[in-house]
């Protein structure tokens, strides 16, 4: 306790350090200005500051995705309470009971539950994350290559959760990026596996051009795809709006909703392959099941804009305690920020907290710090945000693709980066058309050769004993999990047909 | 129609893991007694790709919305689309050869307008002012020696930087 407070304090002195505060602010600026404008996702942005975080050290690059995160997932419900137009699908629920609150002359008081629900909801995750996270990673510390293969599969499992639309899509998806993550020279043996003469598939496929392919580039192609219908509404869209910040009293009142959500977003966040977007629809179907009038919800009632903003910005601390404690990302978002982690040659996972302690109490206490900022930061763009809004697409599109370009470059001043990054954008596109999610993909290429490097591990080392994985009580709790993750979504489909089966004969 | 589209795709991934999969047997592996050889995992990773894509082709097969399951559905711009995928595969292409400053500026031009950008002026100085920024960034505070172009365009990149002292 007394040496977490201690870490903490250091952590608070480190993350105000010029440099730090800086990227902080930085951060939460881009992810809210990010978050807010459709089209360019939270997710979008913070691989686009990847390859420039090369120029820092780790905590700055950190703090400025950590905080991109915390603003991102944020910032897309100003503008679905303003234009009813969400930033991001998890601000969906958000902008079903803010816009209604709009249009019945409450934007300030929506703003305002927004901002303080997401920052209360954000705040409070650090907080657990902080003083969670140490126990777990020495629990996890005990872990040996048997676990992790047994964890890292788990984490590969929760693609069914993932990819939504279709199960097999997403197994695609995942399977495809796995074998991305097996090109180049492989460790064990040092060869080279399916580069095919290519000098620069030799070294693999960097992750990062892969990311920043499928994600920047293969929205921009899918948006210039759509065939635009007429645009407009009959949304409210005030020039200027300011937010009012709930009384104390205003949010006493809303207790319920909001610890209903913080629960929901920091236990959602923490299970690999959920997110902020899960998070934000059980909570605010959770809200309207303990409400004592369900039938209002819709119609713009403060419960539900409350339990769904405290559980999007919770989930945040959530997904961070795999990543942290584990090497796990449990969200897309994460998945980038382990990129990082490896970019600086940091691996996540227990031995982070006795290795890079300072590193690791700088990242909570700026999370904390980011949350508290946000208030502020909030207010401001809320006012701003009709004006921002009316940057072109046409210049965002463009420049996206401008930036890209140079994030790959950037990467090991090759073309061949460039061309693979292009590449995967045009397979971006493909994957969306054709409903293959992407997330799965990203999951594959970066946990694939960590199961690989498991899996042979083990091997070699129980002479080849597969049993070992169900002999070792964690490692057989952890597949019984993975199996379970598996099978549920197989049992939910045949019950749902057969529920859809017995409704229509009725 | 729409179902047989929708199984194009995994059609196209299930013969390319099979491919995938007779090369990996291929690998110049030397054998440790004991261990796993490298065509192991790959190989474990292809029969998974190439389960999913039956799978898939399964789950096209009997959908009976074959809207909602066997492809796109949305209506597609297709020369538009077309033209963005072109200027993007473009981009990389000339930047070697004209320079990065020069085809940063045709690229914005073009891809600005094909978003539906009308107007020359702002489109002109957006393109050459949002340039010369990024040269900025990435040339004089990132140190980021971006492609200068062959023969004579990269004494025009040269003179460009000397211009605008970022060299």
Request: with cysteine.
């Amino acid at each position: 306790m007394w040496e977490t407070l201690g870490n903490l304090g250091a952590g608070f002195a480190a993350s105000l350090e010029p440099l730090n505060f800086l990227m902080i602010l930085a951060g939460l600026a881009i992810g809210i200005v990010a978050g807010a404008l459709p089209g360019i996702t939270m997710l979008n942005s913070i691989v686009l500051v990847l390859p420039f975080t090369y120029l820092m050290g780790i905590v700055p690059s950190l703090l400025l995705m950590t905080s991109i995160y915390i603003g991102g997932v944020f910032g897309g419900s100003i503008t679905g309470i303003l234009f009813n137009i969400p930033g991001d699908p998890m601000n969906v629920p958000t902008t079903w009971e803010g816009y209604q609150l709009n249009k019945k002359g409450q934007v300030r008081l929506a703003l305002g539950m927004a901002i303080m629900a997401s920052a209360i909801g954000g705040f409070l995750s650090a907080l657990i994350l902080t003083f969670a996270s140490p126990p777990f990673a020495k629990v996890a510390l005990t872990f040996s290559t048997v676990e992790y293969f047994a964890v890292v599969l788990l984490g590969l499992a929760s693609v069914v959760v993932i990819g939504q639309v279709s199960i097999a899509g997403a197994l695609i998806s995942l399977f495809a990026g796995m074998f991305l993550g097996t090109i180049g020279t492989e460790a064990q043996y040092g060869i080279t596996r399916f580069a095919f003469g290519v000098n620069f598939l030799e070294t693999g496929v960097d992750f990062v051009t892969v990311l920043i392919g499928l994600f920047a580039i293969g929205e921009v192609l899918d948006q210039l795809s759509a065939v635009k219908g007429p645009a407009g509404g009959d949304a409210a869209t005030p020039a200027t709006a300011r937010a009012q910040l709930p009384s104390p009293r205003q949010l006493w009142a809303l207790r319920g909703s909001i610890l209903r959500g913080l629960g929901t977003g920091v236990v959602i966040g923490a299970i690999p392959g959920t997110g902020a977007t899960v998070a934000s629809f059980v909570s605010y179907g959770l809200e309207k099941q303990v409400s004592k009038h369900p039938e209002r919800f819709g119609t713009g009632v403060l419960e539900g804009l409350t339990a769904s903003e405290t559980s999007v910005n919770a989930s945040t601390g959530g997904a961070m305690i795999p990543l942290l404690t584990l090497g796990i990302p449990g969200s897309g978002a994460t998945a980038v920020m382990m990129g990082a982690f490896l970019l600086h040659g940091v691996q996540p996972g227990p031995l982070l907290f006795s290795k890079s302690p300072h590193e690791v109490y700088t990242i909570f206490v700026g999370m904390l710090l980011a949350n508290l900022i946000m208030i502020v930061m909030g207010l401001i763009a809320a006012r701003c945000f009709a004006q921002l809004m009316k940057v072109p697409e046409p210049i965002l599109a463009a420049f996206i693709i401008a930036f890209c370009f140079l994030g790959a470059y950037a990467l090991r001043n090759d073309m061949s980066d460039v061309w693979m990054t292009m590449l995967f954008g045009v397979l971006g596109f493909f994957m969306r058309r054709y409903n293959l999610p992407i997330p799965p993909l990203i999951l594959g290429i970066i946990l694939g050769p960590l199961a690989e490097q498991y899996f042979l591990t083990s091997m070699v080392s129980h002479g080849n004993d597969v049993t070992v994985f169900f002999t070792r009580p964690v490692s057989a709790a952890v597949l019984l999990t993975t199996v379970g993750l598996l099978v549920w979504p197989a049992l939910r489909w045949r019950f749902g047909r057969r529920r859809a089966y017995e409704v229509k004969k009725a | 129609m729409r179902s047989l589209r929708g199984a194009i795709g995994p059609a196209l991934i299930l013969v390319a893991a099979a491919g995938l999969f007779v090369a990996a047997g291929r690998l110049p592996v030397v054998p440790v007694p004991g261990q796993l050889g490298p065509d192991f995992w790959p190989r474990l990773v292809l029969i998974g790709l190439m389960g999913s894509c039956v799978l898939k082709l399964l789950e096209v097969a009997r959908a009976r919305e074959p809207a909602a399951e066997g492809g796109p559905s949305l209506p597609l711009a297709v020369p538009k689309l077309a033209t963005g995928m072109a200027l993007v595969l473009g981009y990389p292409a000339l930047a070697p050869l004209l320079g990065f400053p020069l085809t940063n500026v045709l690229f914005l031009l073009a891809f600005m307008r094909l978003v539906g950008m009308r107007r020359p002026l702002p489109l002109v100085v957006t393109a050459v002012l949002g340039t010369v920024a990024l040269l900025y960034v990435f040339v004089k505070v990132v140190y980021l020696p971006l492609p200068k172009g062959a023969g004579v365009m990269e004494d025009f990149t040269i003179f460009l930087y000397r211009l605008l002292r970022i060299f």
